[in-house]
C-alpha cells in the first residue's frame, strides 16, 4: 500500500530522511519495498484554461486549442487529447520548460502550425504511469498559477503489509504505528458517532456474514470536481479522482480504513437488504463488467434486485453520477471471509476486499460514515438526515488477558524493566486495567484483533525494545553424520554425476491418475480411500510413467536431445511399502546440435544407457539379457548378484517418440549409499606395463560377463586389468561356425614393485589361456 509523507505528517512527527523512517518500519515488521519521490514543481508549468479549440487544417488527430495562462496574453497550442472541453483547466508547459523524462519543450510548428507550448497529461508531469489524455485540472485552480501549488512535492512509501496487521491499511493507522515506534505524541480524530436509529428502510438476511449495516441518507448534493487538496491526496497515493462524492468515501478509506460506499439514492427502490445472491443472479458492477453469482456471494439489494456486491463493489446502474441530487452513504461491518469468499469466486479484488477481507476497526465503522458525512456537507452542498439507519450489532472488542513480566524476559532473552514495558504497550493504544510488579492485566483496543494471547504482547514490546539489544548467545551444538545424511549425500552424488553427463533432473507427482492403472509399468498400485482428483488417485509403484509424460511433453516441445532422470519414491503394492528408486531415459539425438566439422547425427542408444549406469559408481553392475513384455531389449541390472532393476529399449507402443527409447528403472536401497565409504587413492606406477591379446572363438550363448569372470577368476596376481575390444559375431561370421561367435581381448600385467621380464608374462598369459579352454571349452586363436 502507498503512504503520502505529507498525509502522515498531519498525524505525527516524522524522521527528516525518508530511508530512515523505512529502516525504523522494517525493523518493527512493516517492510518498506519502495520509495518513491512525487510532485510537478516544474518551472515554467502553469495553469491554463482552454477557451476555444478546432479541428487541426492538417491532422485529422490533431487540434489547435487557444488557451490562458495568466500572462495576460493567448497562447496557441497543438494538441493530440481529445479528453478535454473549452473551459476546462489543465498544465500548460511553456516553451523553455523541461518535463520528466528530460523533456524539453520550445515553440514549433506542428504539421503547418505553430504550437506555442504543450499541454500536458500527468505522465508527462511524472504523477501517473499511463498518458490517457492530458490532466483534467479543478475548476478551482487558479489560472497561471505554478503547478508546483497543486502537486506539491511529496514522498511515497510503498509499504507490504502483513494480512494480520489490518490497522495499518490507512494513514491514521500507519501514523499511529510510527508513533509508537519514535515515541511522538499522535494527533487524535476529532470524530464523533453520529445519532442512530433503526428502520425498516435497513434489514439483514445474512447476519453471519453480515454483522452490522448502517446506511444514511444525503439530500441536495451537487456532484462536482473534488477540490484541489482531496484530488492531490488521491492521486499521491495513486487513485484517480472521480467527482467530490466518490472522492470523500476513498479519502476516508484511505485516512482511518474504513471502506464506504454511496449509492445514488433516488435510483433505490425501496429499502436495504443485506442477503446471500440467488443461483445464477447477475449484476453490472462499477468496472462495467455483468457477474454471474453461484448462491454463497452477500449481496447488497434493493427491491428490485442488487445494487452491490457487499465489501467488492457497487452497482453501475445505483452509481453517482454528477445528475445525482441525493445519495444513500454505507458503512458496515462485513465477515472478512464472505468477502475473501466473493471477491475470489469473481476474481474481483477492490481496494474495499482488500481491508475487508483483514477486518476492518468496528469502532470506526459509524465513526467514517459521520466523517464523510460532514465532508459531504462542506464540500458538496449536502444535507445529511439527522439520524444514521443501523441493523445488526457491531462485533465486541478483543478480550483483555495479563501479562507476565518474567515470562517476558525469559521469550526475550534479556531484561526488560515493566516500566518500559508497560510504556510500550501503552504507546501501542492498549489500557492498563491493573497489575503488580509481577504481571499486569490490560484491555485490546478495537483496531488490534492481532493481539490474541500473551506472546503477542511480548511480541509488541520487543519490536519497540529492539531485537538489536537482545545479546546474542551460540546455541549451536554437535551432530553426529546419521544414515539420513549419508543418504542425502549418496543421492545429491548421483544427481551430479548425471547432470554431468547431459541428464535433467525432473520431479514428478507420487500420485498417478486412474487411467495409468493397469497399463504398461502400473498392473497395479495401491489406491487411495479418498482421491482429490480422477489425476491422484493411487502411489505410484513405478518412476517410468512420469518420465515418459515429461518425454511425450518434451517431444511436442521440438526437444531434439532428451535425457532424463528422476530420484524419487515409490510404493509397492500391496502394502504400499515405500523405497527409494532411480529412473533413467534416453531418447534422441546424441548431441543437441550437429558439431559444425561433423554433420552426421548420431542417436542416442543402449550403450548410452549402459555408458551412464556404469558412471553412477554403484559398483560392479551386471547386465544380462532378459525377456519383458515393455521392452523391446530388456535387460536386467543386478549388483553383486543381487537384481537392482531392469534396463533397455521400450516398445515403440510405448511412448510417442519418433526414435527408439531408451529407459532403466532401479532400486536404491539404503545400503547402496553407506557401502561405498570414501575413494581410495592409488598412487602412479612407476614401473611399465605389459599388454598381450586373446583370440578366441566361443559359443554364441557364452556372454562376455562369463568369460571376464573366469579370467579374473584366475587371481593372477599379475593380471592388472582386462577389456574386451573386440567382437565378430552374426552375418558375415559363417567362416567361423555356425551358432559361434570371436572375442578379443586385452590384458594388461603390471608389478608395482618391479618391471616385468618376457618369460614372467608369458607364465601368467599361458595359465589364463589354459583355464579358458579347460573351463569353458572355448577355441583359442594364434
Known amino acids: ?41 516544474f518551472e515554467n508549468v502553469v495553469v491554463a484554461q482552454i477557451k476555444s479549440s478546432e479541428q487541426h487544417p492538417n491532422a485529422d488527430r490533431l487540434s ?80 497561471g498559477a505554478p503547478i508546483g501549488e497543486l502537486f506539491p512535492n ?126 445464477n443472479e447477475r449484476m453490472l458492477a462499477l468496472d462495467g463488467r455483468s457477474y454471474k453469482f453461484r448462491g454463497d456471494e452477500l449481496l447488497v439489494a434493493d427491491l428490485e434486485g442488487a445494487v452491490g456486491i457487499a465489501g467488492v463493489m457497487g452497482g453501475e446502474e445505483s452509481g453517482v453520477t454528477p445528475a445525482t441530487r441525493n445519495v ?108 503488580t510488579n509481577e504481571q499486569s492485566t490490560w484491555r485490546i483496543p478495537s483496531y488490534r484483533t492481532d493481539l490474541r494471547r500473551e506472546v503477542d504482547l511480548i511480541e509488541e514490546i520487543v519490536r519497540v525494545f529492539g531485537i538489536n539489544r537482545i545479546p546474542s548467545a551460540d546455541r549451536s551444538r554437535f551432530t553426529p553424520v546419521s544414515t539420513a545424511d549419508r543418504r542425502y549425500d549418496f543421492e545429491m552424488e548421483l544427481r551430479n554425476k548425471l547432470v554431468a553427463r547431459g541428464f535433467s533432473e525432473v520431479r514428478t507427482s507420487v500420485l498417478i491418475g486412474r487411467d495409468s492403472l493397469g497399463k504398461e509399468f502400473v498392473p497395479t ?32 516441445a521440438g526437444a531434439k536431445s532428451i535425457r532424463l532422470f528422476e530420484i524419487g519414491r515409490v510404493f509397492l503394492p500391496p502394502t ?42 554403484l559398483g560392479d553392475v551386471a547386465l544380462r539379457r532378459v525377456e519383458s513384455a515393455q521392452f523391446s531389449l530388456g535387460i536386467e541390472v543386478s549388483l553383486n548378484e543381487k537384481r537392482l532393476g531392469i534396463a533397455g529399449q521400450l516398445l515403440s507402443m510405448q511412448s510417442r517418440a519418433n526414435g527408439p527409447v531408451f529407459v532403466a528403472e532401479m532400486d536404491l536401497p539404503n545400503e547402496i549409499g553407506i557401502s561405498q565409504g570414501t575413494p581410495k587413492f592409488h598412487e602412479l606406477q612407476r614401473f611399465p606395463s605389459v599388454s598381450r591379446d586373446i583370440a578366441l572363438i566361443a559359443p554364441e550363448e557364452l556372454s562376455h560377463a562369463e568369460i571376464l569372470a573366469v579370467i579374473k577368476g584366475a587371481r593372477e596376481a599379475l593380471l592388472a586389468a582386462v577389456e574386451l575390444f573386440d567382437l565378430f559375431s552374426g552375418e558375415g561370421a559363417e567362416n567361423i561356425g555356425a551358432g559361434r561367435k570371436s572375442l578379443a581381448y586385452s590384458l594388461t600385467y603390471q608389478d608395482k614393485n618391479r618391471t616385468l621380464t618376457s618369460e614372467d608374462v608369458s607364465a601368467a598369459h599361458a595359465r589364463v589361456r589354459e583355464r579358458l579352454k579347460s573351463e569353458l571349452g572355448v577355441e583359442l586363436r594364434e
Open 64 to 143: 489547435v486549442c487557444i488557451v490562458e495562462d495568466g500572462s495576460g496574453e493567448t497562447r496557441q497550442i497543438v494538441c493530440g487529447a481529445k479528453n478535454y472541453k473549452v473551459d476546462d483547466k489543465v498544465p500548460l508547459a511553456r516553451p523553455g520548460a523541461v518535463l520528466a523524462d528530460n523533456l524539453k519543450i520550445k515553440a514549433s510548428k506542428l504539421r503547418g502550425v505553430e504550437s506555442q507550448g504543450m499541454l500536458c497529461s500527468a505522465k508527462e508531469l511524472g504523477l501517473a504511469e499511463d498518458a490517457a489524455g492530458l490532466l483534467i485540472l479543478s475548476p478551482e485552480a487558479r489560472i
Open 525 to 556: 498400485a495401491v489406491e487411495l480411500r479418498n482421491p482429490l482428483s480422477e489425476d491422484h488417485v493411487a502411489l505410484r509403484p513405478s518412476l517410468l510413467p512420469g518420465l515418459l509424460a515429461v518425454l511425450e511433453r518434451n517431444v511436442r
Open 328 to 435: 444513500l452513504l454505507e458503512s458496515a461491518y462485513f465477515l472478512p471471509r464472505s468477502v475473501r469468499r466473493t471477491a475470489r469466486n469473481l476474481n474481483l479484488p477492490s481496494d474495499a476486499s482488500y481491508r475487508f477481507e483483514r477486518g476492518v476497526d468496528p469502532a470506526m465503522v459509524l465513526r467514517a460514515s459521520q466523517h464523510a458525512a460532514q465532508l459531504i456537507a462542506e464540500l458538496a452542498g449536502g444535507t445529511p438526515a439527522r439520524e444514521t439507519i443501523v441493523a445488526g450489532t457491531l462485533p465486541a472488542p478483543p478480550p483483555g488477558f495479563s501479562l507476565r513480566y518474567a515470562r517476558c524476559d525469559e521469550l526475550v532473552g534479556t531484561r526488560v524493566e515493566p516500566a518500559e514495558a508497560d510504556r510500550i504497550l501503552e504507546g501501542f493504544g492498549l489500557q492498563k486495567l491493573g497489575g
Open 154 to 279: 511529496d514522498t511515497i512509501l510503498d509499504v507490504e503489509i502483513t494480512p494480520n496487521r489490518s490497522d495499518l491499511l490507512s494513514h491514521y493507522g500507519l501514523a499511529r504505528e510510527i508513533a509508537a515506534l519514535t515515541r511522538k505524541p499522535l494527533r487524535g480524530l476529532q470524530m464523533a458517532e453520529p445519532a442512530t436509529g433503526a428502520g425498516a428502510s435497513v434489514q439483514i438476511s445474512a447476519p453471519n456474514e453480515c454483522p452490522f449495516y448502517s446506511a444514511r441518507r444525503i439530500e441536495n448534493v451537487t456532484v462536482d470536481s473534488s477540490p484541489a487538496w482531496l484530488r492531490a491526496k488521491l492521486e499521491a497515493v495513486g487513485i484517480r479522482p472521480i467527482n467530490v462524492v466518490v472522492d470523500i468515501a476513498n479519502f476516508v478509506m484511505l485516512e482511518i480504513g474504513q471502506p464506504l460506499h454511496v449509492f445514488d439514492g433516488d435510483k433505490l427502490r425501496g429499502g436495504i437488504n443485506v442477503r446471500l445472491a440467488l443461483p
Open 576 to 617: 504400499g511399502e515405500e523405497t527409494r528408486g532411480l529412473a533413467l531415459l534416453l531418447c534422441g539425438e546424441a548431441m543437441s546440435r550437429p558439431h559444425w566439422r561433423d554433420r552426421n547425427v548420431r542417436r542416442l542408444d543402449l550403450y548410452d544407457l549402459k555408458g551412464a549406469l556404469a558412471a553412477l559408481g
Open 1 to 41: 500500500m502507498k503512504f503520502s509523507l505529507n498525509w502522515l505528517r498531519e498525524f505525527v512527527e516524522l524522521p527528516n530522511d525518508a530511508g530512515q523512517l523505512a529502516e525504523l518500519l522494517t525493523f518493527a515488521g512493516v517492510e518498506t519495498e519502495q520509495i518513491e519521490q512525487r510532485g510537478a514543481d
